[in-house]
């Protein structure tokens, strides 16, 4: 096996008893489900309802089409394998579904600071915002977030191309940096240190967004109605915690090595990020919202 080159790899996904497979299936392809459509709720929503032609639900918007992208590249495969122990997938599939997920990935990393920044604005500079928010701004930050993503990801991927797999199982249910730099038998030195360089921008991310929302706690604190600060409080603490899950499990996933990681444990890791993330956001960051709950109404 390891003297030939391959050019197809077999998804090992999860080893576990046929009724655990059945449940599993069962409850991600619900997940998957709800995510999708409270995503093209959101997205619909904020089309055709003028009340929500303002930068902060554009964000959400883009935030919408952006775990539409990240879960249709992981999980369908993911739902593959829960039904067919070992799932083949090509190798130019492989590199194609590895550059999706961690283009939409990075810029979802940078929507999640732009987001925040933008809150802050508006919660500490309300007279200031419109101003500053503008249409042109909003356009810019998103060309930006963009940009950088793919400017992070573009030179690993392009060395990733010129690897010789000579191993073509991959144990994980989609293609990880990971396992796919274990199966190559050439040197993965450079493209190492260069995804812990990229993984760099995740921390730029955090500090962004710590930043933001500790000014804005500070501002909630100076309101004088106890009302007014539980539910400026619960709006943060919400976000907060997706903010908190996503960032903390792809730092322990990407800002170190990608050799000498634990497969099994990686692999639950990962479920946050590609299942667990997408399907909160929308309840979460949107459906929450006051306005486009009135939309929605309104709809129905």
């Known amino acids: ?12 996904g999860f080893p576990m008893a046929p009724h655990l497979r059945i ?13 999708v ?12 309802d003028t009340r929500l032609h303002f930068p902060m639900y554009y964000f959400l918007c883009n935030l919408a089409v952006m775990d539409i992208c990240f879960i ?13 122990q070992g799932v083949h997938i090509s190798l130019g599939s492989c590199l194609i ?5 961690f283009l939409v990935g990075t810029a979802e990393f940078f929507l999640f600071a732009v987001m925040s920044f933008d809150r802050y604005l508006a919660i500490c500079h309300p007279l200031r915002y419109p101003m500053i928010m503008h249409r042109c701004v909003y356009f810019q930050l998103i060309a930006g977030l ?26 994980n ?17 450079m493209i190492e240190l260069l995804s812990l360089l990229g993984a760099s921008t995740l921390y730029i991310s955090v500090l962004v967004t710590l930043i933001s929302y500790l000014k804005i706690v500070l501002a909630v604190l100076k309101i004088k109605t106890a009302d007014g600060r539980g539910k400026a409080f619960s709006t943060c603490s919400s976000h907060a915690i997706v903010v908190t899950v996503i960032y903390s499990s792809c730092i322990f996933l990407y ?23 997408p399907l909160l956001n929308p309840f979460i960051y949107t459906l929450r919202n006051q306005t486009v709950r009135r939309s929605f109404s309104d709809i129905l």
């Open 1 to 12: 096996m390891n003297s030939t080159i391959v050019s197809e790899f077999i998804l090992l």
């Open 97 to 101: 579904q590895s550059f999706i997920y």
């Open 255 to 277: 800002a170190k090595p990608a050799k000498g990681q634990g497969a099994n444990f990686n692999k639950k890791v990962a479920i946050l990020n590609t299942v667990v993330v």
């Open 23 to 35: 449940f599993s299936f069962c409850l991600i392809l619900l997940s998957y489900t709800f995510t």
């Open 72 to 84: 249709n590249t992981v999980v369908p495969g993911m739902l593959k394998g829960f039904l067919h």
């Open 173 to 189: 249910f989609f293609c990880d940096t990971s396992p796919l730099l274990k199966n190559s038998c050439t040197d993965t030195t």
């Open 37 to 48: 459509m409270g995503n093209l709720v959101i997205i619909y929503l904020v089309f055709s």
């Open 146 to 171: 963009w940009l950088g993503s793919f400017s992070t990801i573009a030179l690993p991927s392009v060395l990733v191309l010129k690897l010789k797999f000579c191993n073509n199982l991959i144990d």
